[in-house]
Antibody, heavy 117, light 107 residues
Framework: QVVLQQSGAGLLKPSETLSLTCTVYGDSFSTYYWSWIRQPPGKGLEWIGE???????DYTPSLKSRVTISADRSKSQFSLKMTSVTAADTAVYYC???????????WGRGTLVTVSS | DIQMTQSPSSLSTSVGDRVTITCRAS??????LGWYQQKPGKAPERLIYAASSLQSGVPSRFSGSGSGTEFTLTISSLQPEDFATYYC?????????FGQGTKLQIK
C-alpha cells in the first residue's frame, strides 16, 4: 500500500511563501509522476503542476510565476512552494501520483492552507 | 489549455436512479480522461481511468464511455453512498484540467 504523507504549514500571512512536502511510503519513487492540486473552500479542483520521472516539470499557467515543484528522490519526497500568497490561495492542497500514461491513481489526505492577516 | 465542460453542475436524484454525467473537452483528448468521486472532507478517489476502465475495487454500477471530446460517467443504480461530487480530469496535455464538478444530491 502506497501512502502519501503531506506536511507543511497550515496558516500563512499574505505575501508569505507556502511550502508543502509529500513523502512517499510503500513504492518506488521513480516509478511515478508526482503532482499537486488544490481546492478552495466550497469550490472545485484545480491542477497546479507535476514533476515527471525525468525531472521535467509543468505548471498551470495562472500559477507558473509563483510556483515551484521539486523532488528529492533520495528521501522519496516532492515539494510545492508558492510565493506571495494571498487569501485567494486559501485551499486544501493535495499531492498525488500517477503512472505516466494514466490519470492520477491516488491523492494524499490534503493539507488546509489558510492565508490570513 | 484544454477546457473541460462538465454537466450538470448538480443533480437531485434518488436511490435506484440511473445517473449520467457528461464532460466535453474543447479539443480531442483521445481517451486520456479519468473520473473521480469526492466526498466532503476527503481526497478525490479514482473511479474510472482511460475513459472507460474501471478502477479496481470500484463497484460495477459505475461505468465510463467516450473518446475524443465527449465522455460520460454512468451510475446504473444509485446507492446511498454514491451521493458525492464527481469530477473529470484530462491528462492528454499540460496543463491538466478538471471539469467543474457535479454534485449529486438526494431528492
Amino acid at each position: 500500500q502506497v501512502v502519501l504523507q503531506q506536511s507543511g504549514a497550515g496558516l500563512l500571512k499574505p505575501s508569505e511563501t507556502l511550502s508543502l512536502t509529500c513523502t512517499v511510503y510503500g513504492d518506488s519513487f521513480s516509478t511515478y509522476y508526482w503532482s499537486w492540486i488544490r481546492q478552495p473552500p466550497g469550490k472545485g479542483l484545480e491542477w497546479i503542476g507535476e514533476i515527471n520521472r525525468s525531472g521535467g516539470i509543468d505548471y498551470t499557467p495562472s500559477l507558473k510565476s509563483r510556483v515551484t515543484i521539486s523532488a528529492d528522490r533520495s528521501k522519496s519526497q516532492f515539494s510545492l512552494k508558492m510565493t506571495s500568497v494571498t487569501a485567494a490561495d486559501t485551499a486544501v492542497y493535495y499531492c498525488g501520483r500517477r503512472i505516466g500514461s494514466s490519470s492520477p491513481i491516488q491523492w494524499g489526505r490534503g493539507t488546509l492552507v489558510t492565508v490570513s492577516s | 489549455d484544454i477546457q473541460m465542460t462538465q454537466s450538470p453542475s448538480s443533480l437531485s436524484t434518488s436511490v435506484g436512479d440511473r445517473v449520467t454525467i457528461t464532460c466535453r473537452a474543447s479539443q480531442g483528448i483521445g481517451n486520456d480522461l479519468g473520473w473521480y468521486q469526492q466526498k466532503p472532507g476527503k481526497a478525490p478517489e479514482r473511479l474510472i481511468y482511460a475513459a472507460s476502465s474501471l478502477q479496481s475495487g470500484v463497484p460495477s454500477r459505475f461505468s465510463g464511455s467516450g473518446s475524443g471530446t465527449e465522455f460520460t460517467l454512468t451510475i446504473s443504480s444509485l446507492q446511498p453512498e454514491d451521493f458525492a461530487t464527481y469530477y473529470c480530469l484530462q491528462h492528454y496535455s499540460y496543463p491538466h484540467t478538471f471539469g467543474q464538478g457535479t454534485k449529486l444530491q438526494i431528492k
